[in-house]
């Protein structure tokens, strides 16, 4: 923000973006016992992973974004759970 104001950028607030800020600090928030629990390797990936899978069922579900190609996207979707469960199951293989 100081950087903008410097440069004499025009600052225009937008509800949105006050609401995706909330949301924003809301997700640091529960990122933080997850790091204490899962530890700080394990804790971030299971949570960009939640967070990936959520916004792309919030992306169709309720803005209604239409896939180009739903094939494509399923096997993303698996490979992003899988990609997930991997990280998860590192935690458990490193503590045996």
């Not at 923000?1 to 997700?27: E, F, K, M, R, Y």
């Not at 949570?47 to 919030?58: N, Q, V």
Request: aromatic share 10%; charged share 0%; with cysteine.
């Amino acid at each position: 923000l100081l950087l903008l104001l410097l440069l004499n950028v025009p600052i225009q607030w937008s509800t949105w973006g006050v609401v995706g800020a909330g949301i924003l600090t809301v997700t640091q928030l529960f990122a933080w016992p997850a790091i204490q629990r899962l530890g700080a390797a394990v804790g971030p990936g299971v949570w960009c992973g939640i967070g990936m899978l959520t916004s792309f069922c919030w992306g169709i579900a309720v803005f209604g974004e239409t896939m180009s190609s739903p094939h494509l996207a399923f096997i993303a979707l698996v490979a992003l759970i899988g990609g997930v469960g991997g990280v998860a199951a590192s935690q458990l293989v490193s503590a045996s």
